[in-house]
């Protein structure tokens, strides 16, 4: 029987401080610790977070490995975001790694956040069965920084074929939110809103964009500029349509989103599909990709809610296929803000 492979996963690009165990692919323990103050600024602050990530990384870590009933002693080797995100957070998740797998004299694995989401597909749970993506597996990953079109040709080998040549979904959803006057992030606001109100309430322009890419930053200019002039009328507009915006606004990127994954499946001919990524939890959408695997014939891959959003048991289970290989990096190796830049 092969030795038993328990990776310590640690997750820090952003504004959540995440800590993970998993033992032969199967995800013991997945801690995260949110970051609140940034709140009030509506977004996150690269200078907060990093601080946050320091106070936070060592009881996270604690936590995850008392919850995964193990020790630092049983770790066999320690995976880390190595970007893309904010250069100061993703600085405390490597620093940390490196000291602990110094400490223990066990592997360092690099991980890149973006392959990691999709990856998340491949998290296994204790004592669930549940059926994992055969390759080639298409996959939309959608997030507040990034909106891609990826197809993974095994658990490490990704290829990007598509990819939004402006903001990314998750970003319109929370620059449109932050407009109506609604907390950061807008993006699970806007999902609430939107259940009680009329999708086809107001028309939005879409944007043209040809193949596989994206386009948001139009849709969020037309959005701002319909509120102004309809402001401008009706100076409580906002607040008394507040739900048909929401669900207008959500239907015009859902419909954005799943026509490019359609156009996606067709043109690869790929059928095992998923979403991922912090998106990928909007109800809208992914009642949208349930209908149209229905009708596409898909097989359709939809990740737990805790997986869609930032999370170390991503970045462990990436980690694991990695170590299997010894994909090793070496204590040199420096956070990447753009990860393969
Ligand atoms: O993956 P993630 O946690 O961080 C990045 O790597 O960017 O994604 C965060 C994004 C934010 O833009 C947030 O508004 C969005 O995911 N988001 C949602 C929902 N939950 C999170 N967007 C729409 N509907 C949701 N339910
Ligand atoms: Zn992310």
């Not at 009329?198 to 930053?217: C, E, H, M, T």
């Not at 109800?283 to 869609?308: D, H, I, M, V």
């Not at 048991?313 to 299997?324: E, P, Q, S």
Request: aromatic share 8%; proline share 5%; net charge neutral.
């Amino acid at each position: 029987m092969a030795p038993t492979v328990t990776i310590l996963a640690i997750e820090s690009s952003c504004d959540d401080t995440s800590a993970a165990v998993i033992r032969d692919g199967v995800v013991l323990s997945n801690l995260i610790a949110g970051q609140a103050v940034h709140e009030a600024y509506g977004g996150v602050v690269p200078e907060l977070a990093s601080r946050a990530h320091q106070a936070n990384i060592v009881p996270v870590v604690d936590r995850a490995l008392a919850m995964a009933g193990t020790t630092a002693e049983e770790i066999s080797a320690v995976a880390w975001t190595r970007g893309p995100g904010l250069l100061g957070s993703l600085l405390v998740g490597s620093s940390f790694a490196k000291g602990f797998a110094l400490a223990r004299n066990i592997p360092l694995i690099e991980v890149d956040h973006l392959q990691a989401h999709v990856m998340s597909h491949f998290v296994r749970e204790p004592g669930r069965e549940d059926a994992l993506p055969d390759f080639p597996f298409l996959c939309l990953l959608v997030s507040g920084g990034h909106t891609q079109l990826m197809v993974m040709h095994d658990h490490l080998s990704m290829e990007i074929i598509g990819a939004t040549i402006d903001d990314a979904a998750g970003e319109a959803f929370d620059k449109c939110a932050k407009v109506m006057g609604l907390p950061y992030p807008g993006g699970p606001v806007i999902d609430r809103l939107a259940a009680g109100g009329d999708p086809y309430a107001f028309v939005f322009a879409k944007p043209r964009i040809r193949g596989l890419n994206f386009s948001f930053s139009g849709l969020k200019t037309s959005f701002l500029y319909f509120l102004r002039d309809r402001v401008a009328e009706e100076p409580g507009f906002i607040e008394s349509r507040r739900n048909d915006l929401a669900a207008s606004l959500q239907r015009t990127i859902i419909e954005i989103l799943i026509g490019k994954l359609v156009r996606a499946s067709k043109e690869t001919g790929i059928r095992e599909v998923g979403i991922a990524g912090g998106v990928s939890a909007n109800s809208g959408l992914r009642q949208a990709a349930g209908r149209e695997a229905g009708k596409q014939r898909w097989n359709l891959f939809l990740p737990e809610l805790r997986y869609t959003t930032d999370n170390a048991a991503m970045i462990g289970i990436t980690g694991y296929y990695k170590y299997l290989r010894s994909d090793f990096s070496d204590h040199t190796a420096i956070p990447l803000a753009r990860y393969g830049k």
